[in-house]
């Protein structure tokens, strides 16, 4: 039978999984495999040929006990209601794994960027926050952005929520541009977190980052700031990327002027000039040491999982590793570390953005790099020392089942305490 990869329903494995392992609470566990509230919201927009769109836009709040509620909009064809509700989920475990005083939400609209306009883009996000202005705020929901949606459209969403309360809130969105009190560093902390802990992971493994081969999938924000950087920290050599057209590889090492080059030229980074063409699928089989998928869910699954060469899988993008790889990669021995340990950088960044907009003190990157060293180092470090106290009791545990059983344990504690069970 095919593997079902309905992402919420994922989350909701994943999430059993660590309960039976920590033995958690029943009725904490109850709480904890759905959401809090859902909310759908459909948007007309004028579009430039005169006609109406009706989109189909969602907020997800999935769990608030430990504080206001985080997560980004994406802005996607293939978005749903399930995809939504698994990604505020691992907000959730996100957020409290890196130990922010922060709950878990997530956002989404049905639509394809590529195909509007500037001025479309702008009435479909000012029109989605009016839908949905009740659901969010400074000490609420505070959203961000994710696929496909930028720092700009985070600007008009600011302004516009500012509109409806009739002052400045800039801490109601983070992810802004610089102008509009956006933070420095924000804008490749999701990277720069993932490369903190990749630094950490191969040290932990004995991989020479300056000789090891890496290979990513994707080049969006987070895939192009994780090649960029890997080069820049650790001089290492990214010897293949994608897109959804299709994978370049270099076994000599790409060149990211080449990069920008074919995208702006042909559109995709297959239009490299030298190098060997291949197919997305190709990549995450490619011969390398470390695989960083910063694309879309669902990328090595069980059909593929049992082909993947590399060492290190660190999980930049949300999702990108069904539950039945994530187990053929264990008894591989890859060490396959989680997204939501992998990827936290973003919100993280998010966190010191918001905290900034709320005092009115603004720091600099190497601050920002800095206090997210510290947080995201820590975090792979919990996860680590849990393996390793459960490996002691004769248990051995996956990285991502250490880093919900910590995230986990921190909700359901926090709701304990509140007295909601
Ligand atoms: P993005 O829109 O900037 O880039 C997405 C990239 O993926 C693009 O290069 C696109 O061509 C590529 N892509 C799309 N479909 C593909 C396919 N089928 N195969 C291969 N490549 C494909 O998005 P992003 O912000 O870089 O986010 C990427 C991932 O990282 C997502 O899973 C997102 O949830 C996660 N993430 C991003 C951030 C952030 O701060 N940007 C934070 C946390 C998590």
Request: some cysteine.
């Amino acid at each position: 039978m095919a593997e079902e990869l309905n992402p919420f329903k994922i989350a909701q494995e994943q999430l059993d999984e660590a309960a039976e392992v920590m033995k958690l609470d029943k009725a904490a566990h109850a709480i904890l495999r759905e959401p809090m509230q859902t909310l759908t919201v459909h948007i007309p927009v004028k579009m430039r040929d005169g006609s109406v769109n009706v989109f189909e836009g969602f907020r997800v709040h999935y769990n608030n006990a430990r504080g206001p509620m985080k997560g980004g909009i994406r802005f996607h064809p293939q978005e749903s209601i399930d995809t939504v509700k698994a990604l505020a989920a691992w907000m959730t475990w996100k957020v409290s794994l890196a130990n922010i005083p922060y709950g878990g939400a997530k956002g989404g609209i049905i639509c394809d960027t590529k195909s509007m306009n500037d001025s479309e883009l702008e009435s479909l996000s000012r029109s989605y926050i009016r839908a949905i202005a009740d659901f969010i705020g400074p000490k609420i929901d505070i959203p961000a952005p994710d696929v496909y949606t930028t720092p700009q459209i985070m600007a008009w969403m600011m302004d516009e929520y500012s509109n409806i309360v009739r002052h400045n809130e800039f801490g109601v969105i983070t992810g802004k541009p610089l102008e509009v009190w956006g933070s420095e560093g924000r804008g490749d902390s999701t990277a720069m977190g993932g490369m903190f802990v990749m630094r950490e992971a191969a040290k932990m493994l004995g991989i020479d980052l300056h000789k090891a081969k890496i290979a990513v999938q994707g080049f969006g924000n987070a895939g192009k700031f994780a090649y960029s950087l890997s080069k820049r920290l650790f001089d290492a050599k990214v010897v293949a990327i994608s897109d959804s057209e299709g994978a370049i590889y270099d076994e000599n090492g790409l060149d990211m002027e080449k990069l920008e080059k074919a995208k702006s030229e042909t559109g995709s980074v297959k239009g490299y000039e030298g190098g060997q063409k291949m197919t997305n699928e190709q990549l995450l089989e490619s011969d390398v040491d470390i695989l960083i998928p910063a694309a879309i869910e669902n990328q090595i699954t069980g059909s593929n999982a049992d082909k993947v060469r590399a060492k290190l899988v660190l999980e930049l993008a949300n999702g990108p590793v069904s539950p039945e790889a994530d187990k053929i990669l264990h008894e591989k021995g890859v060490l396959d570390l989680p997204d939501f340990l992998v990827n936290s950088g973003g919100v993280i960044g998010s966190y010191f953005e918001w905290a900034q907009n709320i005092s009115g003190y603004y720091w600099t990157a190497d601050e920002v790099y800095q206090r997210l060293d510290k947080i995201i180092t820590k975090s792979f470090t919990d996860v680590v020392n849990l393996r390793k106290e459960y490996e002691n009791k004769g248990q051995k545990i996956t990285p991502r089942t250490a880093a919900y059983i910590i995230a986990v344990g921190r909700v359901a504690s926090a709701m304990k305490t509140r007295g909601w069970y």
